[in-house]
């Protein structure tokens, strides 16, 4: 069965601009959550979509947005690029009634 | 909200001994309880979990214990090889039926360093 996939896996961006990274879950997982990942705050939740409705939200700000699509697939956007949107992002899926979430490798964003 | 702490942030062992790792968590809620392995380069790997209605949970050489009590779960590698070196994450959450669904608080991680 393939895992979580991610695209791209790398991105540097520039301060200002905008960036959609996407995350395509395992085969019959229709919730998908996002994560970042820094050194300093180690790994914090964004968000949680499942039917194509957000259903849990973390504590960033409104720049970090999401969405999902009918085929359970995901994006997250985040606009106006601070250098401290430097991180690796993680998207994880789940079947909505288990506990287990499997992550996949994730996309490495560099803001300059 | 949640609160994780993970002790230690780094672990030094020679290759055959045993590892812990130890997780404290603030919220009586959270009733699931994983553990990721991650490498570098890649995304965290789940290896154990265990849900609170459950003390103790084994897989080979891994294990992990859990005392709702005290709100604290370990990780107990025993016979540590150089493939274990990684850096592992404790979780922790209410599950799909709280009402935080999915939502996982994390440690802040241990480098575990295995010596051949």
């Known amino acids: 069965k393939a895992g979580v996939t991610q695209t791209p896996r790398y991105l540097i961006k520039t301060r200002g601009q905008q960036v959609t990274l996407s995350c395509s879950p395992i085969?019959?997982?229709?919730?998908v959550s996002w994560y970042q990942q820094t050194p300093g705050q180690g790994l914090q939740f964004l968000f949680e979509?499942?039917?194509?409705?957000?259903?849990n939200k973390g504590n960033f700000p409104g720049r970090f947005s999401g969405r999902q699509f009918s085929n359970s697939r995901s994006e997250m956007n985040v606009s106006t690029l601070e250098l401290g949107d430097s991180a690796l992002y993680l998207c994880?899926?789940?079947?909505?009634?288990?506990?287990?979430?499997?992550f996949g490798p994730g996309t490495r964003l560099t803001v300059t | 909200g949640e609160n994780v702490e993970q002790h230690p942030s780094t672990l030094s062992v020679q290759e055959g001994d045993s590892a812990v790792i130890k997780c404290t968590y603030s919220d009586s809620a959270s009733n699931y309880f994983p553990w990721y392995k991650q490498e570098l380069g890649k995304g965290p790997q789940l290896i154990i979990d265990i849900r609170s209605n459950v003390g103790e949970k084994k897989d080979q050489r891994i294990a992990v214990t859990l005392n709702k009590t005290a709100k604290h779960f370990s990780l107990h590698i025993t016979e540590t090889q150089p493939e274990d070196s990684a850096v592992y994450f404790c979780a922790a959450s209410t599950g799909p039926g709280g009402t935080s669904y999915g939502k996982l608080t994390f440690g802040q991680g241990t480098i575990l360093t295995v010596h051949p």
């Open positions: 979509y499942f039917s194509e409705t957000q259903r």
């Open positions: 994880a899926s789940r079947r909505d009634s288990l506990y287990e979430q499997y």
């Open positions: 085969s019959g997982h229709r919730s």
